[in-house]
């Protein structure tokens, strides 16, 4: 094979010293030029050849020659790949086409050259028409704004929730990174609303319309879910739910949790004790009834109470302890217990159906 490699493709003997240079810069622009022509014709052992001969030879000549020879290795389907992976770790003139384009280089290749070099690199690689989570992870991590802007914009691009939670993060400062995350139709329920948080009001009309309608109404409901939960966690976070709702669980199992224990519970304003236990009573999450029961509109919290057979007695006593002793005004209350008895179960029912495609979800 070393016989054939310097009678069929170079003779290597030839191109030493000085008076050799203009000779390596054509020997590379010829065997790069031949083997792109030639490559889905090759068999294993030829393409074996060319990569020896490539790999030898792209060491020998300038930075201009290497750029030709990765122009022509970059859109190949099949290719030496010794020598695109020794091209893709080049500096960037040369690089770039390789780390943009080829599909020779495997995702352990690309996370090696984005732990390695810098943001350039970095940026071309965030440009591929397909990126992995695993290579994402990396380009969001290691990458500067700009190389965050071109990932978060790349719809080919895969990525995971931590990746996508560090962007929506970054993207509070950045206009851009926003606008370039609301293009993306990937993001999930969570993932919108915590966008929406912080995205300014440029970037939330946008998001707005450019959705159909049912998508409009779904970010913002998301928006205001995000307000709410950002307001209502200073609220909540003097309150300890987790022991609330073992106490609870442990008066279920003796058969003590009723609308007589909550309605104790209230009159001692016991916030979290209330909680978990009208939690248990409507069968929802201890999390989420918490911020139901702290937001400054108490309306779906009545509805939902008069839909599970509340007395109106005991939604009064909820609606003037904890949070709400400080966030309702009396003029909210009197309205709150208004709509509770003005409604019917049934009513309130078919309002808690609705919600569970819209607001709940």
Not at 113 to 137: M, P, W, Y
Not at 191 to 201: D, G, K, N, P, Y
Not at 273 to 289: C, D, K, N, P
Not at 335 to 354: D, Q, V, W, Y
Request: charge should be negative; include cysteine.
């Amino acid at each position: 094979m070393t016989e054939a490699l310097k009678t069929e493709l170079v003779n290597f003997s030839e191109l030493t010293g000085e008076a050799g240079s203009a000779r390596r810069a054509e020997l590379a622009r010829h065997v790069a030029t031949l083997f792109a022509l030639t490559s889905d014709r090759c068999s294993d052992e030829q393409v074996d050849i060319y990569d020896s001969v490539l790999l030898r030879l792209v060491d020998m000549v300038e930075a201009e020659v290497r750029r030709y020879v990765a122009e022509q290795m970059s859109s190949l389907r099949r290719g030496p790949e010794e020598t695109i992976r020794r091209l893709a770790d080049d500096d960037i003139e040369v690089a770039e086409p390789i780390l943009v384009r080829s599909t020779v280089l495997r995702d352990t290749d690309l996370i090696k050259i984005a732990e390695k070099r810098g943001n350039t690199h970095c940026f071309a690689i965030a440009q591929r028409e397909v990126l992995s989570e695993e290579v994402t992870d990396v380009l969001v991590r290691k990458g500067d704004l700009k190389v965050k802007r071109k990932v978060a914009g790349n719809e080919g691009a895969s990525l995971s929730d931590a990746s996508l939670m560090v962007l929506i993060s970054d993207a509070a400062a950045d206009a851009t990174l926003q606008l370039s995350l609301s293009e993306r139709g990937d993001l999930a329920e969570a993932h919108i609303a915590s966008l929406v948080a912080v995205a300014s009001e440029e970037v939330r009309k946008k998001l707005q319309a450019a959705g159909r309608e049912e998508e409009a109404v779904r970010l913002d409901e998301a928006a205001d879910v995000a307000a709410q939960h950002m307001s209502n966690q200073y609220w909540l976070g003097r309150y300890d739910f987790e022991t609330a709702r073992s106490r609870v669980i442990l008066l279920a199992k003796r058969g003590m949790v009723n609308e007589a224990a909550l309605r104790r519970f209230a009159s001692e304003d016991r916030f979290a004790e209330a909680v978990a236990t009208f939690s248990w009573l409507v069968r929802a999450g201890v999390e989420e009834m918490s911020h139901w029961m702290v937001r400054p509109n108490p309306e779906p919290f009545v509805i939902l109470a008069k839909a599970s057979g509340f007395s109106s007695i005991t939604i009064s006593s909820l609606l003037s302890i904890g949070p709400w002793r400080h966030r309702l005004t009396p003029e909210v209350r009197s309205e709150s217990m208004a709509l509770f008895e003005r409604m019917t179960i049934a009513e309130a029912k078919r309002k808690m159906s609705h919600w569970t495609s819209t607001v709940l979800n």
